[in-house]
């Protein structure tokens, strides 16, 4: 009985050693390719996705602050003594809502179409201003109809310039906050415009930055992206724009939908390969560039930031030449005026930060800030989730002159900035806390693996190790019984050879000696003895 349970306790400790070390194989060495595969599947965008519902309304609400340029000294347009003095306003901030309509998806090749609509609501309480806040800013109308008729010949040019002293046009306008962004404003010349143009070119009966824009899906287009159904890393891709897998505003290469739309992007991320971000409002994708490791509430992220590249035109960046649109100006600002109706509007970042010094010395009353000014993305590299986004764009104006238009007659070349705008977005502590937990699973696992192996191991060896103690044991035993026997058998003959000390202790007639000399251990047993009594005495 005694061996069978010693047998069945063997089988028990080696059957669990060989589970746990097979289960410590498999959360060491092969779970995080299963885990990555089981958060592919979940990261793909499908109507039952985790974030499908997030993704089509968010969570939470948004929030963009819009700074304006007042002009302070417009009537000095033509002094070539001083230059454009412009104060800086602001924020006015917006609480966006939006969400995504007229959703399609498309099974045949792993797409979804949607358009975007936002309602936006005016915080008062986090601006600095009120929407009734009066502005000196740059005519847009009278430019653009200058603008429009630099190709013309001298009589039509002659008969804009005659339109435009008959309207009382001016290089300048006075208007409300509220009148130059959502509400906008009436203008006779846009009236006469509808007229005598096509829809399609003069398509807004007001004038106003965001007019049209609030609580409508029309304004930024008809949005295709890649599901990431079929391979994961295409995921949030751009596939079509307004129905064409490219732009019509750019040449070569620059007219290509590169990147995301904004809300997904593909996982495994790397330093060495920039993101893209599509915008609609300048018609192009823009490059951001790895710039540091940073940590967004406890997740390590990479930021990725506008540099050179990103606002380049061809001046730094030979690729990027394609974007002037035959414009060749200093790099920093970036020509999106075929994408705005003919209007030459040239987008940079804030306060021209990182464009030449050219841009700064045309005007005054600016101060570009790294932190305050840069745009960027701070991203998740694992799950290529946002963390921490800052989309910041600054829309400047470029004035020069026409000397058929007596408006525009010595006009210098000057780009005048009119507006920036910031939408700052960082994850909430909930969803962050869900991230980490996630990105966790793959190190505890690991963890958990290895101390299987280590506990594993220990069971598999122990009845090897138990038995061979146990030998040893034995044989331990054993050498003690034998030395104990020697010591009695020696024992025995030292008292043998007492005893014939004290009965014979004359000379063996044999051996010519006492019995004492004949060995050693009786003339040592009888040194003692002698002592002994001298003791005793």
Known sequence: MHFKEVCNRRCILTSSGLILVAFGVFLTFCFHAVFRDILYE???????????????????????????????????????????????????RFTERPEKVDI?????????????????FFDEEGSNGTLDDVISSINVVALSAANRARSWNY??????????????????????????????YEDNMVLMGKQLFDASEVPFDRV???????NSADLIGHYNVHTGVDDIFKIGS???WNYKPRTDFFAGHCGMLNGSAGEFYPPGLTKDVPIQLFTPDMCRSLPLDFEQEEEVAGIRGY??????????????FPETACFSAGEIVPSGVLNISSCRFGTPVFMSFPHFYGADEYYLNQVEGLNPDKSKHQLYMTMEP?????????????????????????????????????LWFEQHVTMTPEFSGEIAQALSIPTTARICGIAMLIVGAILIAWTPISRLLAQKRRDAVKDNAGTGHQEKTLLQQNLTAAILVASAPEKDPKLGKTIAEAHPLIE??????????????
């Open 42 to 92: 979940e990261l793909k965008l499908r109507p039952t996705s985790r974030g499908h519902d997030a993704w089509v309304t968010p969570p939470f609400p948004l929030s963009m602050d819009v700074y304006f340029f007042n002009w302070t000294n417009p009537e000095d347009l033509k002094n070539a003594s001083t230059k454009p003095i412009l104060e800086e306003l602001g924020p006015y």
């Open 104 to 120: 399609v998806w498309h099974n045949h090749n792993h797409t979804v179409s949607y358009r975007k609509k936002s309602v936006y």
């Open 155 to 184: 009589v039509k040019q002659k008969g804009v310039s005659m339109g435009l002293g008959l309207y009382d046009q001016d290089v300048y306008v006075v208007k409300t906050a509220g009148e130059l962004l959502f509400d906008g």
């Open 208 to 214: 106003g930055w965001f007019y049209t824009r609030n």
């Open 238 to 240: 751009m596939a079509e």
């Open 303 to 316: 930021k990725y930031a506008g540099g050179p590249r990103t606002v380049d035109n061809g001046t730094q």
């Open 382 to 418: 694992t799950m290529g989730i946002p963390l921490d986004v800052a989309a910041r764009f600054q829309l400047n104006i470029m004035l020069e002159s026409h000397p058929n238009i007596a408006l525009y007659e010595d006009v210098p070349r000057t780009f005048l900035p009119v």
């Open 524 to 537: 040592c047993k009888m040194v003692r003895l002698a002592d002994s009594d001298n003791t005793k005495s």
